[in-house]
């Protein structure tokens, strides 16, 4: 929800972020020793990112499509491959750095200060 809320920025991207937060909030809130899951922020951000990848899969430059009746839209697309590599640098570091963290915890340290 933050990641699309991020993206969407100039129109319901503040609703969705607020929202987000919120959500954030409660659940840190109702399980705090499950703190090492605030990593899947990246997991989210990962998904709009090759979202947008996808959404721009037929770019750069102009893209047409038919549609229903014989009409044809063009839209101008960027390209999709500096999409595609943020959300596997996202994904890749946020699995990383949650196996890490519970690797630690699991261990009998405190991860991050935060304790067992």
Do not use: K
Not at 76 to 101: D, I, M, N, Q, R
């Amino acid at each position: 929800m933050a990641g699309f809320g991020v993206a969407a920025l100039l129109t319901v991207g503040i609703v969705l972020l607020l929202a987000a937060a919120i959500l954030a909030v409660v659940l840190l809130w109702r399980t705090p020793h499950q703190r090492a899951s605030v990593f899947g922020l990246g997991i989210g951000f990962a998904v709009v990112a090759g979202y947008i990848g996808w959404l721009n899969r037929d770019g750069p430059g102009t893209a047409c499509h038919s549609g229903p009746g014989g009409t044809v839209t063009c839209v101008e697309e960027w390209t999709p491959w500096p999409f595609f590599v943020a959300a596997g640098l996202l994904a890749a570091a946020s699995v990383g750095l949650f196996l890490h963290v519970r690797r630690r915890m699991n261990d009998g340290g405190s991860a991050m200060g935060i304790p067992r």
